[in-house]
């Protein structure tokens, strides 16, 4: 048997059968369940981090930026 015939009879079996590959958190669960809900909520959140994350970043150097405009602004015009 060639490794390429190997790989689709492997392919065939974890495919007819997804309980033996276990490859998806939420294939057995049911919409209800706690650990469904969990699971999405957790993935959501890892999604939504770096775009808060970079988000805070960029609010603070925008300010920070401002700020010193207004500073230089200011003291020019003194």
């Known amino acids: 048997m060639t490794i390429k015939n190997t790989m689709a009879l ?22 209800g369940d ?7 909520a ?3 959140f890892m999604l939504v981090s770096p775009y808060a994350s970079f988000a805070a970043i960029g609010g603070i150097t925008y ?7 207004r500073k230089n ?5 003194k």
């Not at 300010?63 to 405009?69: A, D, L, N, T």
């Not at 602004?73 to 015009?77: F, G, K, L, R, W």
């Open 10 to 31: 492997a392919t065939a079996i974890v495919g007819s059968a997804p309980q033996i590959a276990n490859a998806c958190a939420t294939c057995g669960l049911s919409e």
């Open 34 to 40: 706690a650990a469904f809900h969990a699971y999405k």
């Open 42 to 44: 957790s993935v959501l």
């Open 63 to 69: 300010f920070v930026y401002k700020r010193s405009q």
């Open 73 to 77: 602004e200011n003291s020019t015009t």
